[in-house]
């Protein structure tokens, strides 16, 4: 049909417009990494012996006697310990200075000036080098984002063109018009137009019966007063349910700890425990930035590696020391596969039915190192399973690992919000006074 052609050759236009606005994306980020080059602290080095000479000797009485003498490979020293220092004072200097030179004090009080130079000139150069990294991987990011966008638009679904047929002709026998009607997607989403007074509860029926899964109607565009489109979508075969409890830490007014649970499209969500270093505001702030750069990058289907280098980055390009332990769990309702990523965070557990299986972190927490290597697993979650993610205040309120562990088996978690009270109940039951942010979130696996 001619609409059909007329949407297939729209599609393919807009993907592929973005594919090339992709690849602008793309060399935004060559041009930052091309950019991106050690700073030459070798040759800042030679500067800084060559202003020392310059003015420490050249009006000295001595300087032609010095010439001849290993005074300078002792100024290369000097400035070498320097600069690993910060900073020199007389028992730095080495005796091929004290030897030969006259005047080290003069030496010391100049090299130290240079040195102040040089570390600023460091800082801004690292800080700069820092800028492009992260612009870079923006770009990459975004890049990534739109070539996906891209390809799925341009994808053709010839193979639906027979069950498209099919289901025309099913509605037609039961009386209802449906001039054009479009498959969409590997999640097979039905655009059915239909004439007259639509029956849709009938409509989603047939279609269900079709295709041997349930199918609910999800929007309803209208063209005029005889036609209109509707929308029908399979739902997953999960869903979840969610549980948090938390205390605040004595004395605070705020938690320290910040908890998501969102959803990232029809077909999955995102669950996440972001515990700031410390507690009170300072920490809330830095834990709730995290929390909500995790939900946005999440909801934008940015590739998880950018996630958390961006994150990583932005945490630790600041004066003041941020730091933050994350958990975070996306989870398909579909195929009920888990992606864990754990950051500096303490131990998770998936508890099923006569089973636990622990989730360990083997990685500092955000903000502290450049190279970020977070821990990062899949499990397969069945129905039933309840994920708990616990911020450190928990579990260092047990007196060991065990302890936790036989604790959560005694618990049946069949309500995601009960076992994250018994589990908070139980945390400050060993504690005479909470002296750290407490924080369970659950979320129970189940079975539509």
């Known amino acids: 049909m001619l609409s059909d052609t007329a949407v297939e050759r729209n599609r393919r236009r807009t993907g592929e417009k973005l594919y090339r606005i992709s690849e602008v994306f793309r060399e935004i980020e060559c041009a930052f990494n091309s950019l991106d080059d050690n700073v030459n602290d070798a040759a800042s080095r030679e500067r800084m012996l060559d202003e020392l000479k310059e003015k420490c000797c050249k009006s000295c009485e001595h300087a032609k006697k010095c010439s001849v003498t290993e005074v300078y490979s002792g100024f290369k020293k000097l ?264 950051i500096g965070s303490p131990a998770g557990v998936i508890i099923r039915e006569n089973e636990m299986k622990v989730l360990e972190s083997q990685s500092l927490p955000l903000g502290i190192l450049d190279n970020l290597k977070p821990t990062v697993c899949s499990e397969q979650l069945k129905n039933g399973d309840m994920v708990v993610f616990m911020s450190d205040g928990i579990t260092s309120a047990f007196s060991s690992a065990t302890e936790l562990y036989e604790f959560l088996q005694q618990q049946k978690p069949l309500n995601p919000q009960n076992l994250a009270d018994k589990i908070l109940a139980g945390a400050k039951s060993r504690v005479k006074c909470v002296s750290d942010d407490m924080t369970v979130l659950c979320t129970r696996i189940f079975e539509k």
Do not use: W
């Open 79 to 342: 400035i070498d310990n320097g600069c690993m220092k910060g900073k020199v004072n007389l028992i730095d200097l080495p005796s091929e200075i004290t030897v030969n030179c006259s005047n080290p004090t003069d030496v010391l009080v100049r090299l130290n000036k240079l040195l102040a130079d040089y570390r600023r000139f460091m800082t801004e150069a690292e800080n700069a080098k820092s800028g492009r990294i992260l612009l870079a991987d923006q770009a990459h990011g975004v890049a990534e984002v739109m070539k996906n966008c891209a390809v799925e638009l341009c994808k053709t679904y010839s193979e639906y063109s027979g069950l498209e047929d099919s289901l025309k002709l099913k509605l037609s026998a039961h009386g209802i018009s449906c001039p054009e009607l479009y498959v969409n997607g590997e999640d097979m989403e039905i655009s059915a137009v239909i004439c007259g007074k639509a029956d849709v509860a009938a409509a989603g029926a047939i279609i269900s019966d079709a295709l041997k899964r349930r199918y609910f109607l999800k929007d309803k565009i209208s063209y005029d007063n005889e036609k209109c489109c509707y929308v029908f979508g399979a739902p997953p075969r999960l869903d979840a349910a969610f549980g948090v409890a938390y205390a605040i830490k004595s004395g605070e007014k705020v938690s320290g700890d910040t908890h998501s649970v969102i959803k990232i499209n029809e077909h999955s969500f995102l669950m996440a425990l972001s515990d700031g270093m410390g507690s009170g505001e300072y920490a809330r702030k830095v834990s709730a930035t995290a929390i909500s750069l995790i939900e946005a990058f999440y909801r934008a289907e940015m590739p998880e590696g950018t996630v958390l280098k961006t994150i990583n980055k932005l945490l630790s390009f600041n004066r003041d020391e941020r730091f933050t332990c994350i958990d975070i769990a996306a989870v398909n309702l579909n195929t009920g596969m888990a992606d864990f990523v754990k």
